[in-house]
């Protein structure tokens, strides 16, 4: 089954960018993924769904500010002008067959 | 409007079970896979089980295998777990979710809390 690797914080300043990286396991470089955020005491949030090709649908109500890209075995969730509302903790997601698979996740920091 | 609503968490002792419920509404119930996911405090995320659309299949997380089972009434658009054998580590406020085909699980209800104590 794959496995989902993500750094496990981030930081980035008021205003700024930042990327975030989901590396799928070896022979699972063509998988879809999902995104999701899970700001402070909340339920996690479904921000989209990334292909391999780098082409992504974002969830309903997601702002304009995130984005999605792939290069390889890597998915990045892109985030600009971030806000302090974008301080969260951020999930990849990925399936197949007959289980679900999540990554360990990435604490960001806005600063 | 999309809503998931868990209810059936609690405090219950080693060895004992739980059944968690989830109403759906705001999507035609009956066309989605349904999940749960947990998290353990402090902890990510980690997959526990899925139903297929019609309930006809079910899978586990090894974690919980022999000791869960999900279920779903399409006639009342809720997600079942039952939770036997209960062990500390199985803790968490326990997530039902939407699965959208090739898309990952797009909503997420706010979630109910299981605590596994003496």
């Known amino acids: 089954q794959p496995v989902l690797t993500q750094s496990s914080s981030a930081s980035a300043s008021l205003g700024s960018s930042v990327k975030l990286t989901c590396t799928l396991s070896?022979?699972?470089?063509?998988?879809?993924i999902a995104w999701h955020q899970q700001q402070p005491g909340k339920a996690p949030r479904y921000l989209m769904k990334?292909?391999?090709?780098?082409?992504?649908n974002k969830g309903s109500g997601v702002p304009d500010r995130f984005s999605g890209s792939s290069s390889g075995a890597d998915r990045y969730l892109s985030i600009s002008n971030l806000q302090s509302v974008d301080e969260a903790d951020y999930y990849c997601?990925?399936?197949?067959?007959?289980?679900?698979?999540f990554g360990g996740g990435t604490s960001l920091t806005v600063l | 409007e999309v809503q998931l609503l868990e209810s059936g968490g609690g405090l219950v002792q080693p060895g004992g079970s739980l059944r968690l419920s989830c109403a759906a509404s705001g999507f035609t119930f009956s066309s989605y896979a349904m999940t749960w996911v947990r998290q353990a405090p402090g902890k990510g995320l980690e997959w526990v089980s899925e139903?297929?659309?019609?309930?006809?299949?079910?899978d586990y997380a090894d974690s919980v295998k022999g000791r869960f089972t999900i279920s779903r009434d399409n006639s009342k658009n809720t997600v079942f777990l039952q939770m036997n054998s209960l062990r500390a580590d199985d803790s968490a406020v326990y997530y039902c979710a939407k699965v959208k085909e090739a898309a990952g699980t797009d909503f997420w209800g706010r979630g109910t809390l299981v605590t596994v104590s003496s």
């Open positions: 139903i297929s659309e019609s309930g006809t299949r079910a």
């Open positions: 990334l292909e391999d090709s780098g082409s992504y």
């Open positions: 070896s022979g699972h470089r063509s998988y879809i």
């Open positions: 997601e990925t399936w197949a067959g007959n289980t679900r698979v």
